[in-house]
């Protein structure tokens, strides 16, 4: 579903490093969120954004950071990676009646 | 806060056999409840969803069901086949979207 783009697709990163991870969406929806997950697991909620100027924190927001740089864009930053942080990362969007995906980020700390 | 529990964690089902799924959300502002199957290293893939003034939505061979009042909803596929094997997410959307944490369905042929 190209309305939800996410980059980089696949990211090798070493410990340590400083990392963006984008999302944009062409669907015009105010809420994006930011997913987590391990193998074997669930999506884990990490930050979420209502609109423009409202960011929230999910459940494993710690070491993770969020901007919302326009209604269409959300990005991702690992301030300083760490190899717990390697796993396959989802930008999401949605409305009243509606839920979008982008891709997905593979990203691995080593 | 908000959250969404799925049972069952694991299910295997014969071919043919029908799978039942079974979610329970707490956000009383949830209004939409979407279903995602998910194969391996991609993304969750919308497969039904229900909005909150339905009880019942059918497609094919699958089914949602909601029951607003016990705040419970649920995937039923029936003759499954073997390329039902997937993972199967439930969400629940209100203030925000909140997943269930995931079916591994096993269709054995």
């Known amino acids: 579903d190209a309305d939800v783009t996410q980059t980089p697709r696949n990211r090798i990163t070493k410990t340590g490093k400083r990392i963006m991870l984008e999302c944009s969406q062409t669907?015009?929806?105010?809420?994006m969120y930011w997913y987590r997950q391990d193998p074997g697991l669930g999506l884990r909620l990490i930050y979420y954004?209502?609109?423009?100027?409202?960011?929230n924190k999910g459940e494993i927001s710690d070491g993770y950071s969020v901007s919302r740089q326009a209604q269409a864009k959300f990005s991702l930053s690992l301030e300083s990676a760490i190899p717990n942080q390697t796993a396959l990362y989802f930008c999401?969007?949605?409305?009243?009646?509606?839920?979008?995906f982008g891709q997905g980020t593979r990203l691995t700390v080593v | 806060g908000e959250n969404v529990e799925q049972h069952p964690s694991t299910l295997s089902v014969q071919e043919g056999d029908s799978a039942v799924i079974k979610c329970t959300y707490s956000?009383?502002?949830?209004?939409?409840f979407p279903w995602y199957k998910q194969e391996l290293g991609k993304r969750p893939q919308l497969i039904i969803d229900?909005?909150?003034?339905?009880g019942e939505k059918k497609d094919q061979r699958i089914a949602v069901t909601l029951n607003k009042t016990a705040k419970h909803f649920s995937l039923h596929i029936t003759e499954t086949q073997p390329e039902d094997s997937a993972v199967y997410f439930c969400?629940?959307?209100?203030?925000?979207?909140?997943f269930g944490a995931g079916t591994i369905l096993r269709v054995k042929s």
């Open positions: 969400a629940a959307l209100g203030n925000k979207l909140v």
């Open positions: 229900i909005r909150s003034n339905v």
């Open positions: 669907k015009g929806h105010d809420r």
């Open positions: 956000d009383s502002a949830s209004n939409y």
């Open positions: 999401a969007t949605s409305a009243a009646n509606e839920a979008f």
């Open positions: 954004s209502f609109d423009v100027k409202d960011i």
